[in-house]
């Protein structure tokens, strides 16, 4: 991984959005229409991630409470980067890799996967530190 990428990375981030569209596009809100999550990323390659669902109704893609941690690496030349998860509050998702496309505008970082034949984005805006 380049120095770059992880500098574009390396920080904390607040979901701003986490949407779900199906192959006939429609589009839904896997953890309701106010989720709430942090995913950090460190300068030794270490990512954590914890996605929460708000509203009081837990989400149909997945619990209503997730997390994970492991380590990152980023392809840059697919726009990729690569999660590898070592524990998670999910059984399914522990010990597995993760690719997510990314993309940067800004102070936002958005992260895709198709999975299932529906689109899978999340947005995720860097956390200000407070003053």
Not at 76 to 86: D, F, L, Q, R, Y
Not at 88 to 104: G, H, I, K, M
Request: charged share 20%; net charge negative; proline share 4%.
């Amino acid at each position: 991984m380049s120095l770059l990428a992880a500098e574009r990375f390396t920080g904390s981030w607040e979901l701003a959005t986490f949407t779900r569209t199906s192959a006939d596009g429609a589009v839904d809100c896997p953890l309701g229409a106010a989720p709430a999550g942090l995913i950090s990323y460190t300068a030794d390659a270490t990512v954590a991630v914890q996605l929460f669902a708000t509203d009081g109704q837990p989400g149909r893609l997945m619990p209503s409470a997730s997390a994970y941690y492991g380590s990152f690496a980023v392809d840059e030349a697919k726009g990729e980067v690569i999660h590898h998860i070592e524990q998670a509050s999910n059984d399914w998702l522990r010990a597995t890799r993760q690719v997510r496309q990314y993309r940067f505008d800004d102070d936002r970082l958005t992260l895709s996967a198709t999975v299932d034949g529906e689109l899978l984005e999340l947005v995720w805006q860097r956390r200000k530190v407070p003053a």
